[in-house]
């Protein structure tokens, strides 16, 4: 069993940076995958980014590349996702979750999920 508590989540202006952090309970962290996703208002929970049991291997949706950053530090049992150049459209709840599986963009093949944190971006 894995808990997992998200924070950093708040209000920022467009164009400003937020971190996001996960911690997970359990000895067992380094052994998942871990990705993010969010979930706009009225929308369905969509990928964001994912990253390897090591760290060495990340995936991201396109919409993001080149601003957001997945890593993790096992030490800690944390991932974190560094959001810069943020645009009023990354306005979503965002979920960390944890795969006994392989890195994958695919919501189904997460096993266990946190309650969720609120970013909100003003334009």
């Known amino acids: 069993q894995v808990q997992l508590v998200e924070s950093g989540g708040g209000l920022v202006q467009a164009g400003g940076s937020l971190r996001l952090s996960c911690a997970a309970s359990?000895?067992?962290?380094?052994?998942?995958?871990m990705g993010w996703f969010r979930q706009a208002p009225g929308k369905e929970r969509k990928f964001v980014a994912a990253?390897?049991?090591?760290?060495?291997?990340?995936d991201y949706t396109d919409s993001v590349k080149g601003r957001f950053t997945i890593s993790r530090d096992n030490a800690k049992n944390t991932v974190y996702l560094q959001m810069n150049s943020l645009k009023p459209e990354d306005t979503a709840v965002y979920y960390c979750?944890?795969?006994?599986?392989?890195?994958?963009?695919?919501?189904?093949?997460?096993?266990?999920w946190g309650q969720g944190t609120q970013v909100t971006v003003s334009s």
């Open positions: 979750a944890a795969s006994r599986e392989s890195y994958s963009g695919n919501s189904r093949r997460y096993d266990y």
């Open positions: 359990g000895r067992t962290f380094s052994s998942y995958a």
């Open positions: 990253i390897n049991w090591s760290g060495r291997n990340t």
